[in-house]
Structures are given as C-alpha cells and as structure tokens.
C-alpha cells in the first residue's frame, strides 16, 4: 500500500542552525502539509501547499519556515535557524481530492 | 474556531476489556469527525470517520457515532487486544474554501495489559 515516508526519523541539530525534514508524498496525491507535534501537546496545523505553492499556513509558521517541492516528489520543511522551542515531531501528510490525509511517521527533530 | 477536547490518559486495560475514549468537539459549520491512530513508531493512521449526524464510522472493531446532540464522537471497542496498544487522536475536518486542515485533539495513550 502506498505510503507517505518522511526521514530522517529524529536528527538532532545545535540551536541557531538550518534544519531540512524530507517528505515523500503518496505519487498521486495533490495537496501537501506539514503538521508538528510537541510532546505531551496537540498536533498542530504549520503549512498547506497545493499547486507548487503555499495554500496555507499558521501563526506558527513565520519566516524561520518554508517548504519546498523541489523535483515533483519530495516535499521538503527547512527551518532556517532552530530554537530550542522547535524540538517536536514533525508529520507530513497528502491527500487526494476529498478530506483524507494521509500521514508519515514523522521525524523526531532535538534541538540542543 | 474548531477544538477537539479527549479525555487524558494513559488509559490502561487488561485485555478483553471494554474500552471507550471519549471526545467532543466544537466547530462552526458540520465538520467530519475522524479518528486517527498511531502505533509505535509509526505515522498517524486513519482508524475511521464519519460525516453526517448519527453515522457510525467502524473499523478493526473500533466504532464512533457522530452525536450532534452532545457534539461527541466517542470511541468504543468491546474488548481490546494487547496490539491495540497506541495513541488515538479524535480530529474533525471542516471544510474551509476546499481547505481541509483537521483539528486534532491531545491525544490518548492506551495500553492494553495482557
């Protein structure tokens, strides 16, 4: 069955440097998030892209944030300068036309 | 805005149990109510939904009805297994200009005891 893969599964970065997460969507699938998890809390929304572009995104996605679909498979989250406060579980998900998504199993992200 | 409240846990349960993990939710409009759930170490995975009032969305039997009186989606199964033993997020969905960005809630730890 066609999955979401997302990697690395935990990187663990210093504070003040570039981070990139890696997502591989489902082939067919044409909408894209990035969701983040901290422990013990909610998930919550980051940023939606459809159509090679941002469709929408959250308070929390601020300019430290972008994604990028480079090649027409991956989907990439670059946080330009990592807090502590970004250590979370970051999940990508896509979905088709309709109103599932579908998730990876996340990347663990610690940033000392 | 939309919430999703579930009920803490962990919940912990010998097996054979009868489990029921409650959630309920405030939204504008007539959201879906899902259920997600997540295994060790792996992705959140869609347990089952429902869309309109009274559905019963059911699956690996779990089941949830779509209560709109109470705006509750409580999850049942009537005796659990050791490998149900996971994380389950209750989410509504609401469409929003062809937006579908679930609303997840906490999160429910059970473990199942054998």
């Known amino acids: 069955e066609p999955e979401v893969t997302q990697t690395p599964s935990h990187q663990v970065t210093q504070m003040g440097q570039e981070v990139i997460l890696r997502c591989v969507p489902i082939s067919n699938h044409l909408y894209f998030y990035w969701y983040r998890q901290i422990l013990g809390q909610k998930v919550e929304f980051l940023v939606s892209f459809y159509n090679n572009e941002i469709s929408e995104k959250s308070e929390i996605f601020d300019d430290q944030f972008s994604v990028e679909r480079p090649d027409g498979s991956n989907f990439t989250l670059k946080i330009r300068s990592t807090k502590l406060e970004d250590s979370a579980m970051y999940f990508c998900a896509s979905r088709p036309q309709g109103n599932i998504q579908y998730f990876g199993a996340g990347t663990r992200l610690s940033v000392l | ?114």
Not at chain 2, 81 to 98: I, M
Not at chain 2, 103 to 113: D, E, K, M, Q, W
């Open chain 2, 1 to 114: 805005g939309n919430s999703v409240t579930q009920m803490e846990g962990p919940v912990t349960l010998s097996e054979e149990a009868f489990l029921t993990i409650n959630c309920t939710y405030t939204a504008t409009g007539y959201p879906s109510l899902f259920w997600y759930v997540q295994y060790p170490g792996e992705g959140l995975q869609l347990l089952l939904k429902a869309t309109k009032a009274d559905d019963k969305g059911s699956n690996k039997g779990f089941e949830a009805t779509y209560r709109k009186e109470t705006t509750s989606f409580h999850l049942e199964k009537g005796s659990v297994q050791v490998s149900d033993s996971a994380v389950y997020f209750c989410a509504l969905s609401a469409s929003s200009g062809g937006s579908y960005i679930p609303t997840f809630g906490r999160g429910t730890s059970l473990i199942v005891h054998p």
